[in-house]
């Protein structure tokens, strides 16, 4: 039973739309984090939270921006797709301390026509 | 954080153990080694993590030599639902992120 949740699991849309990818977590985490993933590539890290009104970017530049209002709450937004953000974006969290590995969610699969 | 290397993809036979090995030499004093399995479409799901000697859980054990330099997820008589990408990572004890590698690609064959 998921304890983060991401949707759409699958989106289609147009290029220059705006789009808004949801994650939410009931668990209480403080620190969140965005990966994005390519068919068969590894996971890169392009945006994390430390808890409210905190975010960073991660390592791979991305042209999404995050928001963090609510603990539970860490949605990802494009403010114009483009082609280039085809994609799996795959959302996780993480609890305090030293041994918590971290929660994913299903991911939500992005294509942009 | 410490750098990761294991072999990119691995074949089993149902009801073998499967043993993958990671080597991470420049693993610092506070790190722990936490294995990661990946399911095709699906997010990363956590396995198990240690800092040393043995860990054990209902689904693997993770063992881990003296110097920490390499260590090893061993799953027990796997199964074709076995078959995923698992990831060694390495990082501080309570680390803002983890990085992500290519990953071994388990293929358990009935």
């Known amino acids: 039973e998921a304890d983060i949740y991401q949707t759409p699991r699958y989106l289609v849309i147009g290029t220059g739309k705006k789009i808004t990818l949801e994650c939410s977590q009931t668990?209480?985490?403080?620190?969140m984090y965005w990966y994005q993933q390519d068919p068969g590539m590894e996971l890169h890290l392009i945006h994390y939270?430390?808890?409210?009104?905190?975010?960073e970017k991660g390592d791979l530049s991305s042209e999404s921006t995050v928001s963090r209002i609510r603990t539970e709450h860490f949605p990802l937004t494009l403010e114009s797709a483009r082609p280039s953000h085809t994609s799996q974006y795959l959302c996780?969290?993480?609890?305090?301390?030293?041994?918590?590995?971290?929660?994913f969610g299903s991911g939500t699969r992005l294509t942009v026509v | 954080l410490a750098k990761t290397t294991q072999p990119i993809s691995m074949d089993s036979y149902e009801g073998q153990e499967v043993n993958i090995t990671c080597s991470h030499n420049?693993?610092?004093?506070?790190?722990?080694i936490t294995w990661y399995q990946q399911f095709p479409s699906q997010g990363p799901r956590f396995i198990i993590q240690?800092?040393?000697t043995k860990v054990t859980n209902e689904v693997a054990s993770l063992f881990i030599p003296a110097d920490r330099k390499s260590s090893t997820l061993s799953l027990p008589r796997v199964s074709l639902s076995d078959t995923a990408v698992y990831y060694c990572?390495?990082?501080?004890?309570?680390?803002?992120?983890?990085?992500f590698g290519t990953g071994t690609r388990l293929q358990v064959f009935p």
């Open positions: 990572l390495v990082g501080e004890g309570n680390t803002d992120k983890l990085i």
């Open positions: 668990m209480g985490h403080d620190k």
């Open positions: 240690g800092y040393k």
């Open positions: 996780a969290s993480r609890g305090r301390g030293p041994n918590y590995g971290y929660t």
């Open positions: 939270s430390y808890g409210v009104n905190s975010t």
């Open positions: 420049n693993i610092a004093t506070n790190d722990y």
